[in-house]
Structure formats: structure tokens, C-alpha cells
């Protein structure tokens, strides 16, 4: 007996194994893993109403319009095989303890309240408008009309489950009506990030058809921004004017991210649609860029200001890395990276933008000694030298986690260690203000050199009586706080989220979730929403606060909090590119 059971024991194993095996398998090639991301899917993407696919036609068809400046060829998407595979992102984690996933759970948990709050009091006061007023309960539109807040966080929802939330706002993205616009002047940066990035992202991750021909819709509408006797983009596009086919004319002068902000977005549609056009048309003006980067005065860089009516983006002498130029580099690895490395012009021009960048990037002296770096921006001498403003923009922290994707991408070391120290230098900036926010723009002392840098009070102290701008109450290093405010910004914590899925250790998330925190509470208002806040370099029971919530309040802000606590499975930077609005556009 005791052998036939043995037998009989043994027959089942093999049975169970098999079985284990074959669910595996199944998973694997149905696409039925128990991944968090595949689960989310199945909740998010199952059973979708019909009511939801069908398309309300616009007041005006853009794709109609006849250009008086047609592009002639088309320059198509690149395929093939790239040079070589892209690397790994993302690090390669390990399952956590149950205490640890509980932690982080809860700290998810806590993220996603604080968005269904905002979210909530978006649909009470401002449905259908560009952004809620949240200490008033009213709303402004400031982005042609077109429901900003509503678009910028429809991937949002669906990233945290939130499906009958997310059925409701695509069920309202149909009444969206690009045909009309409530100014006579469309913001085509504005435009591009939050409303054509908002609308692809959501379809890469939910596959609503509605979404996809929304986005068309309104890429037409962008196209027109090409219309131009030399098939550079304007800034702004005459909405009326754009309707004729006439053409438009090119501003004279425009800051660099303007322009150079489309790329992804544009990229993206063609992949979408099998239409060459928008990657055409962005690819002219990379072309511009990348014949002129090793031409300016600090070469690497481009100028903050550029001037497509004459295709001129070598001649100014002011460069920064915050507002005004930031992602234009920032869409440089992306680019790479959502092209699957088969245009090697961008692997060359993020290249020679690290390399430049590192001119602008100094080491601060700060009573501790920590050795972090921060961006800058400065000036081109008549002698030829760089002269540093020692200024530091809360824009400017995106540049952590754009430095850590780029040396991952290009298999460069030395920029993922970069991108790390300007992480926890942005990290710094908030954890030394009593309030736990980082002020919009601040200024500090620059240290001789990266590797010799030594807090020097006399040196401090000097450097500090040549600033107006400087108060006694300022943390020590710190010069200046020249904007006080904390306007809701993503910045910081999209670079602690990257540091945290490249690197995989978990201080970033403990980083993280320290300034959650701080501005959970900081910016809470009497009705239990969150706006900006007028000064943060103060500490008080109640902040001086203003009536406006930014809509990457909710499309990018509590968005990259979500995802650092989320399973890193959850939008892999190995499978997803984030454009500068934290909208994921799939690189498969």
C-alpha cells in the first residue's frame, strides 16, 4: 500500500506541475498574467460600452483644410532594425516583504485619496473647463476651453482603476468640440503636451477607439501650426486664420521649447495613425536642432531664445536648463527611446546636451557639506566664458531624471550618477524649507568645482549682501528664494519617481513620500482641495494660497506619486515613454 501511494502521490506532482506549467505558458501568450498591470487592464479595458465608441463630428473638419505651404515628400517614420537594442531601463526588482508592500500600499492608498478629492470637486465646480479655482469653487478657461484638467488626467484614472470615472470623462471627451475655441489663439506647446499627449496616452493604455480619432482630430488641428512658407511651427496659431489654409507667419523669436516640445507627441500619432505627415513635420524641426547644436556659443546647448522664421537656434547667448528650453532636452532620450533607437540623430543630440549641460550644472555650498548639484542658468561673455546666475528653477528638476534615462539609454554610466545628484539636490531644496516645498526659483552659492566644495560662512555671508532679494528667515545656503511660491509642480518627484524605477532603492521612495507629505498638507485648503501656495519659505498653521489648481496638479504631480508607490510593472519605463505632461505613449 504504502508503495501505490507513493506512485499515487507521485502521479499527482506530475500532474499539478504540468498544470503549473501550462497556466504559466497560458499567461504568458494570452496575455492572463497575475502582473498588477495586467489585472489593471482587464478591469479598465473589459466589457466597454458602445455608447463610448461613437464619435460627435466636430463644428469644423481640420483635415479638410488645403495647405497654401504643402510639405511636398514626406520624410517617413524610420523602421528597420536599430543600430543596436536598446537597453534596460528599469532595474530589476525584487518581491518585497509583506510589511513593505503594506507600507507602500498604504502610502498608494493615501496618494489616490488626495486625487479623488481634486477630481471630485473638478466634476462639482469646473466640469468641462480647463482648471478649477479651488479656494472659490470656480474655474477658468485658459486653454482654448477644451476641458484641460478633464483630458490631462484621463490616463490618471485609469492608472489608478478608477472606471466609472474614467467611462464618464472619455463619454465627455466625445462633446470636446476643436472646432471652436474659447480664444482666438492656440497655444500650440500647450495644446501638443496636455490635450494631444492626454488624449494618445489614454488610448495606448485603454484602446478606446473615441479616443484615438479625438486625437487626430485635434493633430490636424496642430498640423496647421506647420503652415508656413519655411514648414516651421508657429507658437501661437490665429484659429481663424489656420481654418482658411492660407498660411501663417512664424514669430520672429521664441524660446526653444516651444518648437522643440512636439517631437514625442507627433512621433506618437504617425506610429498611431500609419500617417507620415506629423513625424514629417516634427523631423524638419529636429533637423534645425540638430545641425545647429555644435554651432551656438555653448555647444551641447541651444540658446533660450531661437528664431524658426529664420531656422536661426545658434545665435543667442542666454541658456538655461529650467523654463523656457527644459524640454526640449528632456524629449531628446524620450525621442530615442519611443523610436526605438532607429533615428541615431537623437542618441547623438542627448549626448551632446549632457555633455553641455554639465557648464550649467553646479555644486552648491551648503552648511552639510552633501554632495548634490543643481541646474542653473547663465551667459556667454563677449571673452567667450560661461558665467553662471547661480538661480535654480523648480522647472529645472526634471533634469535629474532626464540625466538617469539618457545614461541608461546611451549605457553611460557617469549621467546616471549625475542625473542621482540633481535628484537629491531638488530633494534638498525641499527638505531645507521649513514649510517641506521647494520655492519656484531660488539662487545659491556655486563651489569652485564639483569635488571641492566646502561650506565657508565668511564666503557665504559676502556672497548673500549682493543679492536684494535675500532674507534673514532663508535656510543657510540658500541667497535668495526670488519666487516664493510652490505652484503644484511635478518636477521633483518625476525625477525621484525615475531615480526610484532605475535604480530600483527604496529611499526614493521614502524621499518620496516625504514630500507628499509636506505637500498633502501644504497646500490643503478650507474646502479639502489643494492649491498653489503664495510663500513657502514660511512656516504657519495656514499658507498664503492661490485660487488656481494647475491641471498637472492631477495629470502629472499626483500622478508620478501614485506610480512610485505602485508595483514597477505598472507603466514600465521599459514599455512606456512619458512626454513632458507624465502622458506614457507606448513603445511597442
Same mark, same amino acid.
Request: aromatic share 12%; net charge negative; charged share 25%.
Given at each position: 500500500?504504502?508503495? /501505490?501511494?507513493?506512485?499515487? /502521490?507521485?502521479?499527482?506532482?506530475?500532474?499539478?506541475?504540468?498544470?503549473?506549467?501550462? =497556466?504559466?505558458?497560458?499567461?504568458?501568450?494570452?496575455? %492572463?498574467?497575475?502582473?498588477?498591470?495586467?489585472? !489593471?487592464?482587464?478591469?479598465?479595458?473589459?466589457?466597454? $460600452?458602445?455608447?463610448?465608441?461613437?464619435?460627435?463630428?466636430?463644428?469644423?473638419?481640420?483635415?479638410?483644410?488645403?495647405?497654401?505651404?504643402?510639405?511636398?515628400?514626406?520624410?517617413?517614420?524610420?523602421?528597420?532594425?536599430? !543600430? /543596436?537594442?536598446?537597453? *534596460?531601463? $528599469?532595474?530589476?526588482?525584487?518581491? +518585497?516583504?509583506?510589511?513593505?508592500?503594506?507600507?507602500?500600499?498604504?502610502?498608494?492608498?493615501?496618494?489616490?485619496?488626495?486625487?479623488?478629492?481634486? =477630481?471630485?470637486?473638478? @466634476?462639482?465646480?469646473?466640469?468641462?473647463?480647463?482648471?478649477?479655482?479651488?479656494?472659490?469653487?470656480?474655474?477658468?478657461?485658459?486653454?482654448?476651453?477644451? *476641458?484641460?484638467?478633464?483630458?490631462?488626467?484621463?490616463?490618471?484614472?485609469?492608472?489608478?482603476?478608477?472606471?466609472?470615472?474614467?467611462?464618464?470623462?472619455?463619454? &465627455?471627451?466625445?462633446?470636446?468640440?476643436?472646432?471652436?475655441?474659447?480664444?482666438?489663439?492656440?497655444?500650440?506647446?500647450?495644446?501638443?503636451?496636455?490635450?494631444?499627449?492626454? !488624449?494618445?496616452?489614454?488610448?495606448?493604455?485603454?484602446?478606446?477607439?473615441?479616443?484615438? *480619432?479625438? &486625437?487626430?482630430?485635434?493633430?490636424?488641428?496642430?498640423?496647421?501650426?506647420?503652415?508656413?512658407?519655411?514648414?516651421?511651427?508657429?507658437?501661437?496659431?490665429?484659429?481663424?486664420?489656420?481654418?482658411?489654409?492660407?498660411?501663417?507667419?512664424?514669430?520672429?523669436?521664441?524660446?526653444?521649447?516651444?518648437?522643440?516640445?512636439?517631437?514625442?507627441?507627433?512621433?506618437?500619432?504617425?506610429?498611431? %495613425?500609419?500617417?507620415?505627415?506629423?513625424?514629417? &513635420?516634427?523631423?524638419?524641426?529636429?533637423?534645425?536642432?540638430?545641425?545647429? $547644436?555644435?554651432?551656438? @556659443?555653448?555647444?551641447?546647448?541651444?540658446?533660450?531664445?531661437?528664431?524658426?522664421?529664420?531656422?536661426?537656434?545658434?545665435?543667442?547667448? $542666454?541658456?538655461?536648463?529650467?523654463?523656457?528650453?527644459?524640454? !526640449?532636452?528632456?524629449?531628446?532620450?524620450?525621442?530615442?527611446?519611443?523610436?526605438?533607437?532607429?533615428?541615431?540623430?537623437?542618441?547623438?543630440?542627448?549626448?551632446?546636451?549632457?555633455?553641455?549641460?554639465?557648464?550649467?550644472?553646479?555644486?552648491?555650498?551648503?552648511?552639510?557639506?552633501?554632495?548634490?548639484?543643481?541646474?542653473?542658468?547663465?551667459?556667454?561673455?563677449?571673452?567667450?566664458?560661461?558665467?553662471?546666475? +547661480?538661480?535654480?528653477?523648480?522647472?529645472?528638476?526634471?533634469?535629474?531624471? %532626464?540625466?538617469?534615462?539618457?545614461?541608461?539609454?546611451?549605457?553611460?554610466?557617469?549621467?546616471?550618477?549625475?542625473?542621482?545628484?540633481?535628484?537629491?539636490?531638488?530633494?534638498?531644496?525641499?527638505?531645507?524649507?521649513?514649510?517641506?516645498?521647494?520655492?519656484?526659483?531660488?539662487?545659491?552659492?556655486?563651489?569652485?568645482?564639483?569635488?571641492?566644495?566646502?561650506?565657508?560662512?565668511?564666503?557665504?555671508?559676502?556672497?548673500?549682501? @549682493?543679492?536684494?532679494?535675500?532674507?534673514?528667515?532663508?535656510?543657510?545656503?540658500?541667497?535668495?528664494?526670488?519666487?516664493?511660491?510652490?505652484?503644484?509642480?511635478?518636477?521633483?518627484?518625476?525625477?525621484?519617481?525615475?531615480?526610484?524605477r532605475i535604480t530600483g532603492n527604496p529611499v526614493w521612495q521614502d524621499l518620496g513620500w516625504e514630500m507628499f507629505t509636506a505637500i498633502a498638507n501644504g497646500t490643503k485648503t478650507e474646502r479639502g482641495t489643494h492649491a498653489a501656495v503664495e510663500d513657502v519659505t514660511r512656516a504657519g498653521e495656514s499658507l498664503p494660497q492661490s485660487d488656481y489648481m494647475e491641471s498637472f496638479w492631477l495629470a502629472e504631480t499626483l500622478k508620478y506619486f501614485y506610480l512610485l508607490f505602485c508595483p514597477p510593472d505598472v507603466v514600465s519605463l521599459d514599455e512606456y515613454v512619458l512626454n513632458t505632461e507624465a502622458h506614457p505613449f507606448s513603445r511597442s
Amino acid at each position: 500500500m504504502g508503495h /501505490r501511494s507513493r506512485k499515487h /502521490r507521485d502521479t499527482l506532482i506530475l500532474i499539478f506541475g504540468a498544470l503549473a506549467i501550462w =497556466w504559466s505558458l497560458s499567461a504568458i501568450f494570452n496575455g %492572463t498574467s497575475n502582473s498588477e498591470f495586467t489585472r !489593471l487592464q482587464r478591469h479598465m479595458n473589459n466589457k466597454i $460600452q458602445t455608447s463610448s465608441q461613437v464619435v460627435k463630428t466636430g463644428s469644423f473638419d481640420w483635415s479638410s483644410v488645403r495647405f497654401r505651404y504643402a510639405p511636398g515628400s514626406l520624410t517617413p517614420l524610420p523602421t528597420g532594425e536599430p !543600430l /543596436r537594442p536598446l537597453p *534596460a531601463v $528599469q532595474a530589476k526588482f525584487q518581491s +518585497e516583504g509583506s510589511l513593505k508592500s503594506k507600507l507602500r500600499e498604504e502610502r498608494r492608498r493615501k496618494v489616490r485619496e488626495i486625487f479623488m478629492g481634486d =477630481w471630485g470637486a473638478y @466634476k462639482k465646480y469646473a466640469w468641462m473647463k480647463d482648471a478649477l479655482k479651488p479656494l472659490s469653487g470656480g474655474f477658468q478657461d485658459q486653454f482654448s476651453g477644451w *476641458a484641460a484638467t478633464l483630458v490631462d488626467s484621463l490616463d490618471t484614472l485609469w492608472m489608478m482603476g478608477l472606471r466609472e470615472e474614467f467611462d464618464e470623462a472619455v463619454d &465627455a471627451v466625445v462633446q470636446i468640440d476643436f472646432g471652436k475655441s474659447s480664444s482666438g489663439r492656440v497655444n500650440t506647446f500647450e495644446t501638443n503636451i496636455r490635450y494631444l499627449g492626454g !488624449l494618445m496616452a489614454a488610448y495606448d493604455l485603454s484602446k478606446r477607439e473615441v479616443l484615438l *480619432a479625438k &486625437a487626430v482630430e485635434l493633430g490636424d488641428l496642430l498640423y496647421g501650426a506647420f503652415n508656413t512658407e519655411n514648414h516651421m511651427p508657429v507658437d501661437f496659431i490665429d484659429f481663424e486664420a489656420a481654418k482658411t489654409g492660407k498660411g501663417l507667419i512664424v514669430e520672429g523669436s521664441v524660446v526653444s521649447a516651444s518648437p522643440g516640445t512636439i517631437s514625442l507627441e507627433f512621433t506618437r500619432l504617425s506610429q498611431l %495613425t500609419g500617417n507620415p505627415k506629423y513625424y514629417d &513635420a516634427i523631423a524638419r524641426v529636429m533637423d534645425v536642432f540638430y545641425e545647429g $547644436q555644435n554651432q551656438t @556659443k555653448l555647444p551641447g546647448l541651444w540658446p533660450m531664445m531661437v528664431s524658426m522664421s529664420r531656422k536661426d537656434v545658434v545665435s543667442g547667448n $542666454q541658456f538655461t536648463l529650467a523654463g523656457c528650453a527644459d524640454s !526640449l532636452y528632456e524629449y531628446l532620450p524620450k525621442a530615442y527611446a519611443l523610436l526605438g533607437g532607429r533615428e541615431p540623430k537623437y542618441a547623438v543630440m542627448s549626448k551632446g546636451f549632457m555633455e553641455g549641460a554639465k557648464t550649467l550644472l553646479f555644486r552648491p555650498m551648503i552648511p552639510g557639506n552633501e554632495d548634490i548639484l543643481m541646474p542653473s542658468s547663465g551667459w556667454v561673455g563677449e571673452d567667450g566664458n560661461v558665467y553662471l546666475d +547661480e538661480e535654480v528653477e523648480h522647472l529645472g528638476c526634471f533634469l535629474g531624471g %532626464t540625466y538617469a534615462l539618457g545614461g541608461k539609454l546611451l549605457n553611460n554610466k557617469e549621467y546616471v550618477d549625475i542625473g542621482a545628484k540633481i535628484t537629491l539636490g531638488c530633494v534638498y531644496g525641499y527638505q531645507n524649507f521649513p514649510t517641506g516645498m521647494m520655492p519656484e526659483r531660488i539662487n545659491m552659492v556655486a563651489c569652485k568645482a564639483w569635488d571641492d566644495c566646502e561650506w565657508d560662512p565668511q564666503l557665504f555671508d559676502k556672497e548673500k549682501e @549682493k543679492r536684494p532679494e535675500y532674507k534673514k528667515h532663508l535656510p543657510l545656503g540658500f541667497t535668495t528664494a526670488k519666487d516664493p511660491r510652490y505652484i503644484l509642480r511635478p518636477e521633483a518627484i518625476e525625477s525621484v519617481f525615475i531615480m526610484y524605477r532605475i535604480t530600483g532603492n527604496p529611499v526614493w521612495q521614502d524621499l518620496g513620500w516625504e514630500m507628499f507629505t509636506a505637500i498633502a498638507n501644504g497646500t490643503k485648503t478650507e474646502r479639502g482641495t489643494h492649491a498653489a501656495v503664495e510663500d513657502v519659505t514660511r512656516a504657519g498653521e495656514s499658507l498664503p494660497q492661490s485660487d488656481y489648481m494647475e491641471s498637472f496638479w492631477l495629470a502629472e504631480t499626483l500622478k508620478y506619486f501614485y506610480l512610485l508607490f505602485c508595483p514597477p510593472d505598472v507603466v514600465s519605463l521599459d514599455e512606456y515613454v512619458l512626454n513632458t505632461e507624465a502622458h506614457p505613449f507606448s513603445r511597442s
